[in-house]
């Protein structure tokens, strides 16, 4: 069972319209009303941030418990285990910051040959730091929720719809336990508390006119998709492997001190057809980096902060984790099998991502799926 026992992620649910929102796990196909199997009313909110709040030692603990009672004292949860058909559900956690970076070495020198074809492909900070933006965490949005066509300046004096919506193939990771302003974060899984699923929607051409100097803005602040359900780092444990090798050796603040690369393997598929199997596990900066990066001048952590790996994307073609790369900025159409072709998305089209990781025993962890379905400009 791909949400057994060693699963387990979290989310929140309502089983009918009006009820308030809860915090629940997912178990085969049911959900686990925490606030009623465990009798905690932390898990009655309609977030996880007061849970996570709590720490690693909290975080571990509710999981051995949950585990518990699901494997030797299941009469106690059978009245609490809801149908999974007979739930909406919701964004998992407030955001409170959101910042997305750039970390795949495939991705980044596709770019940079697309678009820097007489140039080096990599800009000379891309291997000494991890390189990254802050988004717009008011538009973060559950899976399922319709993507409107951005509209924006495509280049001088013109304005329209974007004619080149594309999409991103992301892991995002979770904060919960906070820091101060000023101090660095401490260790990776001292903070983490797991990790979802992400589509980063972006507008190629609105991106493309308003990037310089100062970076990406509303090419990709107006939809960032995640998937409903947060699975926690322990789940994770037998998909943990060393980074991928780094030259040159990043400074002292960036070197790993433990295995935080993840071999996970995600699928995108447009319109019901796969068009791309992107590998996590060859990422160029790992998730521990990304932290310690993001606050080593003292930035602070808020519970609820969302930070995103950037493109996941293979050696392969068929392991490119964005539109712009599977079609070559649109020279190289993608064949669907319906016999129809893409370059950028159109209106109507359904974009899925879903991801599977190693579990003990050989069993197979399952983050579940973010959807999104483009909609016409307004």
């Not at 909290?58 to 004292?73: E, M, V």
């Not at 336990?177 to 992400?198: I, N």
């Not at 071999?263 to 996590?280: A, Q």
Request: proline fraction near 8%; charge should be negative.
């Amino acid at each position: 069972m791909s949400w057994g026992l060693e699963n387990l992620p979290y989310g929140v649910f309502s089983r009918h319209e009006g009820e308030t929102p809860r915090v629940g796990v997912r178990y085969g196909d049911h959900v686990v009303d925490l606030a009623g199997a465990l009798h905690d009313e932390v898990f009655a909110t309609g977030s996880l941030n007061a849970f996570m709040s709590r720490g690693p030692a909290a975080w571990r603990d509710t999981r051995t418990l949950i585990q518990n009672k699901l494997s030797t004292d299941r009469a106690v949860v059978e009245p609490h285990l809801v149908p999974l058909d007979r739930v909406t559900l919701h964004l998992p956690v407030e955001v409170a910051d959101y910042v997305d970076f750039y970390c795949s070495l495939e991705h980044a020198t596709n770019l940079g040959r697309m678009f820097r074809p007489d140039e080096e492909p990599l800009k000379p900070n891309w291997r000494h730091l991890p390189v990254g933006y802050h988004g717009r965490a008011g538009t973060v949005v559950a899976s399922g929720t319709p993507v409107v066509r951005p509209s924006g300046q495509r280049g001088a004096g013109v304005f329209g719809p974007s004619a080149k919506l594309d999409i991103e193939a992301e892991l995002g990771f979770v904060v919960g336990t906070p820091t101060a302003l000023g101090d660095r974060a401490g260790r990776f899984e001292d903070h983490v508390f797991g990790v979802t699923l992400v589509n980063d929607w972006s507008a190629r051409d609105i991106q493309a006119w308003e990037y310089v100097p100062l970076g990406p803005f509303l090419g990709k602040s107006f939809a960032t998709s995640i998937s409903p359900w947060i699975t926690p780092l322990a789940a994770l444990s037998e998909a943990r492997v060393e980074g991928r090798p780094q030259d040159p050796e990043p400074l002292g603040y960036l070197r790993r001190e433990a295995p935080w690369g993840l071999d996970l393997r995600l699928e995108i598929s447009v319109n019901g057809e796969v068009v791309s199997r992107p590998p996590y596990r060859d990422m160029y900066w790992t998730p521990d980096q990304m932290l310690a990066h993001m606050t080593v001048n003292g930035a602070a952590l808020r519970t609820g902060d969302l930070y995103a790996s950037g493109t996941v994307s293979g050696s392969g073609p068929g392991e490119r984790g964005s539109l712009i790369e599977l079609t070559w900025n649109g020279t190289e159409p993608l064949k669907l099998p319906d016999g129809s072709a893409r370059t950028f998305l159109e209106d109507g089209d359904t974009v899925t991502i879903t991801a599977t990781a190693p579990g003990p025993g050989g069993t197979v962890i399952t983050l579940g799926e973010v959807s999104g379905r483009i909609e016409p400009s307004r």
